[in-house]
């Protein structure tokens, strides 16, 4: 009987409409300002690590160009 029941509640969940999950992505939260600013931070961390790869390549680029100079300047 008691399985019964689990059986009929678990139906009833199962039929239902609308889901809050999905009713909850329409609305505003008091935490949207929060991840709002989480995802542009996100986005210049980004931006600064692009920033960073391109200067670290120009250093290598630099540096072995230094040293090729130095070479042919000992022959």
Not at 42 to 48: M, N, P, Q, T
Request: hydrophobic share 35%.
């Amino acid at each position: 009987m008691k399985m019964l029941v689990l059986i009929f509640f678990f139906v009833i969940l199962g039929c239902g409409g609308e889901t809050e999950s999905t009713a909850s992505e329409d609305k505003e939260s008091v935490f949207d300002p929060l991840t709002d600013n989480l995802e542009k931070a996100k986005e210049v961390e980004d931006k600064v690590m692009e920033q960073k790869r391109q200067l670290d390549e120009a250093i290598e680029n630099a540096e072995s160009s230094v040293g090729d100079i130095k070479e042919e300047a000992e022959d």
